[in-house]
């Protein structure tokens, strides 16, 4: 058999062609990576005694906690919102929060990916009942992991008239976690519920702002002003324009800080 006729030469390739498609493909990397950096992106606290307490932003209202060693992963989330998160290329967690069932929250493949025989996973009832592993917590419950960190849940629903089905009073948790003091308030899918009222002394908040699910940039303003965080990071905020929440809070005292919660 010859095979000399499916060889069909090809025109080379003209340099300026050559150059553009080098320089598009360099472009992409380059964004792709920026991108990653962005998700990516870490912030540093410091506790009452002088423990580090690192958070790093993952996505939506996925993020990852260390403390002084200690691995705390919430909301933990593969491939249901993008970009997608390989749960395999980070440490093993000693703690998971899950806020609620809904799938851009609950993964059970990233949770796999983290989890050992020794990891301590707190959720609602409702997560609980879909899979049988974990503690549950209601709200208002507190646990004390060690002697230098606590858990609570605490209420997260919509209010709206039209919304609560979405998230019902008294299904879904938010959670106040503190290390060594350091007071962090991760609310959950929640509009600007009265209960905020009661939660106080918080150094870092989590608020959500997309429509119909949580609050809208106004729900979110009200909120970050009665519970008056030292430190505020939007997120779950999907094509809400955020900023907006900065420009409104200027003045406030409230260090806003914009991640890439989308």
């Not at 905020?237 to 900065?246: D, L, M, P």
């Amino acid at each position: 058999m010859h095979f000399a006729h499916l060889f069909v030469p090809l025109s080379p390739i003209k340099p300026q062609r050559k150059m553009k498609k080098i320089l598009t493909s360099l472009l992409l990397v380059l964004t792709v990576t920026a991108v990653c950096a962005q998700a990516r992106k870490t912030d540093t606290f410091q506790t009452k005694s002088g423990k580090t307490v690192t958070i790093t932003c993952i996505k939506h209202a996925s993020l990852e906690i260390n403390y002084n060693g200690t691995e705390i992963q919430v909301d933990p989330v593969h491939d249901m919102v993008k970009p997608i998160t390989n749960y395999y290329d980070f440490p093993k967690a000693n703690i998971i929060l899950i806020t609620h069932q809904h799938q851009d929250h609950f993964d059970r493949e990233a949770i796999a990916a983290i989890r050992t025989s020794a990891t301590a996973i707190y959720e609602p009832m409702s997560v609980y009942n879909l899979w049988f592993n974990g503690l549950a917590m209601a709200n208002g419950d507190k646990i004390t992991y060690a002697d230098d960190i606590t858990i609570e849940a605490v209420p997260a629903y919509n209010t709206t008239e039209g919304r609560e089905q979405f998230h019902p009073k008294g299904r879904d948790n938010g959670y106040i976690l503190t290390l060594d003091g350091l007071r962090i308030y991760i609310a959950g899918d929640t509009e600007d519920i009265p209960e905020m009222a009661d939660i106080k002394d918080i150094d870092v908040a989590f608020l959500p702002c997309n429509q119909p699910y949580t609050m809208t940039v106004s729900q979110l303003v009200k909120a970050a002003k009665l519970i008056k965080p030292r430190v505020l990071f939007p997120y779950h905020y999907g094509e809400t324009t955020i900023a907006q929440v900065s420009m409104m809070l200027g003045g406030s005292g409230i260090d806003v800080r914009i991640r890439n919660y989308q």
